[in-house]
């Protein structure tokens, strides 16, 4: 069964850099094929895609916060972590982790984007 | 970015009926393998996100029938036939096609 749960500071203060934590079981990162995303939204709004790492490590970050954006995976290939910089008031939102799997067809290769989500964590940055 | 438009807002719909949904994106969400990456997603009160169709009219694991997808390039539309209480909720079109992956504004659904 695959599960994904994601954890924070719930708080934090303007400026400060933001930690956050995906932890899943059911799969492991190292697998061919395998994405983890970052996907937030602020309350009453919709998603934006932030972040991912796939199972060879390469990441992809969304070009309007790549700046401040860093995905990472643990050793044992069930963690992902995401770290942002200067938060502000702006970054408060649920975040949420997703994952991804590439699917053989036959022919070739295709993700399967999104299939499995976190219940996510709310984040509030204030002072 | 690919900006993704859904229309309408909201809707009001009583047990039974049917309804549309559309989504309209800036861009032809054609991916050079020659999939098209649009998926659906709902997001029920208080849950995270489930999606409910992929690649444009492939259904989730566990997804009733009664939810369809289809369109092409730049116009996509999804159809949910005799609407159940379950269905309540914020649906969503999201692309994977261009990075970055973007999501559209949200359909909010209500059940009369």
């Known amino acids: 069964q695959v599960t994904l749960k994601e954890s924070g500071p719930g708080m934090l203060q303007p400026s400060k850099t933001l930690s956050l934590t995906c932890s899943f079981s059911?799969?492991?990162?190292?697998?061919?094929?395998?994405?983890v995303s970052w996907i937030r939204q602020p309350s009453g709004k919709s998603l934006e895609w932030l972040a991912a790492?796939?199972?060879?490590?390469?990441?992809y970050y969304n070009p309007s916060l790549k700046s401040r954006l860093t995905v990472s995976k643990d050793t044992s290939n069930t963690q992902v972590f995401l770290k942002i910089t200067s938060v502000d008031t702006a970054d408060t939102a649920t975040y949420y982790c997703?994952?991804?799997?590439?699917?053989?067809?036959?022919?070739?290769?295709?993700?399967?984007?999104?299939?499995?989500w976190g219940q996510g964590t709310l984040v509030t940055v204030s002072s | 970015d690919v900006v993704m438009t859904q229309t309408p807002p909201s809707l009001s719909v009583a047990i039974g009926q049917s309804v549309s949904i559309s989504c309209k994106s800036s861009?032809?969400?054609?991916?050079?393998?020659?999939?098209?990456?649009l998926h659906w997603l709902l997001q029920s009160p208080g849950r995270s996100p489930k999606r409910l169709i992929y690649?444009?009219?492939n259904l989730g694991s566990g997804v009733p029938d009664r939810f369809s997808g289809t369109g092409s390039q730049k116009d996509f539309t999804l159809k949910i036939s005799r609407v159940e209480a379950e269905d309540l909720g914020v649906y969503y079109c999201a692309q994977t096609t261009h990075f970055p992956f973007t999501f559209g504004s949200g359909t909010k659904l209500e059940i009369k």
């Open positions: 059911g799969f492991s990162l190292s697998t061919s094929g395998m994405v």
């Open positions: 997703a994952r991804t799997l590439y699917y053989y067809d036959g022919t070739y290769y295709y993700p399967d984007w999104f299939a499995y």
């Open positions: 790492i796939d199972w060879d490590g390469d990441k």
């Open positions: 690649q444009v009219s």
């Open positions: 861009q032809s969400l054609v991916y050079s393998d020659g999939k098209t990456y």
